[in-house]
């Protein structure tokens, strides 16, 4: 990608409890994209958020005996804000469905589609799922077991269904089946991975139906503008914080720097960004989004994470034991980026002591252990390289582009598979080496900087390629460099330089290095 707008986006959180490791996995995906990108040079802004009307927040909040207002402040301030935080999430914007900057827009953009034709008053009658906030068609519908036998319940939630009828406004969501398609046809990325693409084209070559989008049996949403008597459908409304957020209806100029997007979003919702959102944005004469990718499940026991089912794990439950650069590494590397994974304590363990621990930090800690001991902390010259030392520049160059371009198909899993390449190279090439024999013969002092030099520089690239997945333990290593007083900030080295070999000055005094990835006791 040639450096130039880069907006993107995690879905808008329902915060009616507290995250998962599920909302935490998405999380970090997508700010490791945007850190990539904006260390890239590209003109990056990542936007996430709290999805905080409807229906299921107003009933949560009753039951806990608050309003709804009250109860969506308590969850985001005591659980979604800190999130970012345990996470080391550097997001450019939090946005709550529940603020004046969001409703005001979400009314002119509905108000928008009024006025063009595009809404409608009718009739309605469905199955409703509270927990989804969504009717629900036949192939979604399920025949209850147990407690819930005889009744028609979610596929996904697992609760009976409401038989709901009310008198709402359409929106005219059948006529843009053809448009659709064509999009899904002429930009084939449109939605990734391929098999998400084939289940929403196969879905909207089936039939779209127009889609209720206001509800009138209870006030928690923004009101109609031309109706106060309802309010905007949830999803409507949700679906609306990716424009309003960067000015739609308010900053035109914002609006034009930032807009189209790049959704990523959980496969169980990809109906509502591939399907209803592009054809909304249509029927507003404004530009569809750039792309929604749509990541898989993480299971447990074999199950979709869920707080319902109690599968739902708490990121602080790994993060206090393995910090946070474990969390972001153990779930951006172990999962193919767009596929289900499945989460156990045992693999995270064992990923931690055999990649970061004894992989990525022994090499780290020995190579500036190593420039201490022999060079008295300096970074030696690298003198004449050999074969090896060639070959390691080119390892580091060839894993630099590989990434980068697997960043691009957001396979954020390939790219770091790609920088691992440096990691393993570089601690074979030290074993092959032997810089603590070299160190007893005076007469290879020049092979021995050749050596030190190749592995400070390979940490060096490594640095700034992993600082988007790890940033905590990079900038320790940026530190201990001593690239931090030479060469500046490790988030102001471009991503795409990255490759380029001999950046790390010789000279220059490296500092000491406690364990990146500490060893832990872990009886989960």
Request: aromatic share 12%; with cysteine.
């Amino acid at each position: 990608m040639t450096s130039g707008s880069f907006y993107i986006t995690t879905p808008i959180y329902y915060p009616s409890d507290v995250p998962h490791i599920g909302h935490g996995y998405t999380t970090v995906a997508v700010d490791a994209l945007a850190r990539w990108h904006r260390q890239s040079g590209d003109d990056t802004w990542m936007l996430t958020g709290t999805d905080e009307h409807g229906q299921k927040m107003m009933r949560a909040a009753a039951a806990n005996g608050a309003t709804p207002q009250e109860w969506v402040d308590k969850l985001v301030s005591e659980s979604w804000f800190p999130l970012l935080t345990t996470l080391d999430v550097a997001n450019d914007d939090f946005i709550r469905t529940s603020q004046p900057r969001h409703e005001e827009r979400v009314k002119q953009f509905v108000q928008a589609l009024y006025d063009r034709g595009y809404i409608y008053a009718g009739e309605f009658e469905a199955l409703y799922c509270v927990g989804c906030e969504e009717f629900k068609t036949e192939a979604e519908i399920v025949e209850g077991t147990g407690p819930f036998e005889g009744l028609k319940v979610c596929a996904i939630h697992s609760i009976p269904l409401e038989l709901l009828q009310e008198k709402n406004y359409f929106f005219k969501l059948s006529e843009f089946q053809d448009r659709l398609l064509e999009l899904y046809k002429t930009v084939p990325d449109f939605v990734r991975p391929d098999s998400a693409r084939n289940e929403v084209v196969s879905f909207v070559k089936n039939g779209l139906k127009d889609l209720s989008i206001s509800r009138s049996t209870f006030d928690w949403g923004i009101q109609v503008p031309w109706d106060e008597s309802h309010v905007i459908y949830v999803w409507v409304d949700a679906l609306l914080n990716y424009a309003t957020a960067v000015g739609y209806g308010a900053d035109p100029e914002e609006f034009a720097r930032r807009w189209p997007a790049y959704h990523v979003v959980g496969k169980d919702i990809l109906r509502f960004h591939a399907v209803i959102w592009p054809a909304m944005l249509m029927a507003a004469g404004v530009e569809v989004p750039r792309g929604v990718f749509a990541h898989g499940w993480l299971l447990v026991g074999g199950e979709k994470m869920s707080k319902s089912k109690l599968t739902g794990i708490a990121p602080t439950e790994i993060t206090d034991v393995f910090g946070s650069d474990a969390y972001r590494f153990y779930f951006l590397s172990a999962i193919a980026f767009g596929q289900d994974g499945s989460f156990s304590w045992e693999d995270l363990s064992a990923r931690y002591q055999a990649e970061l621990a004894n992989g990525f930090g022994n090499l780290a800690s020995r190579t500036v252990a190593m420039i201490e001991r022999y060079f008295e902390g300096i970074v030696p010259p690298p003198g004449e390289y050999s074969a090896g030392d060639l070959a390691i520049h080119q390892t580091v160059a060839d894993a630099a582009t590989s990434a980068d371009a697997a960043i691009e198909r957001f396979r954020i899993d390939e790219a770091i598979s790609s920088i691992w390449t440096i990691v393993d190279a570089l601690n074979a090439y030290i074993t092959d080496n032997e810089p603590w024999a070299l160190a007893k013969d005076d007469a290879q002092r020049s092979r021995l900087g050749a050596v030190l030099y190749t592995a400070a520089d390979g940490l060096r690239a490594l640095a700034v390629l992993l600082s988007p997945v790890m940033p905590v333990a990079t900038e320790k290593l940026w530190v201990a460099l001593g690239a931090a007083e030479t060469l500046g900030r490790l988030q102001d080295q471009p991503l795409r330089g990255a490759g380029a070999w001999g950046a790390l000055r010789p000279g220059t005094s490296v500092n000491g290095l406690a364990p990146l990835f500490p060893r832990v006791e872990q009886s989960a």
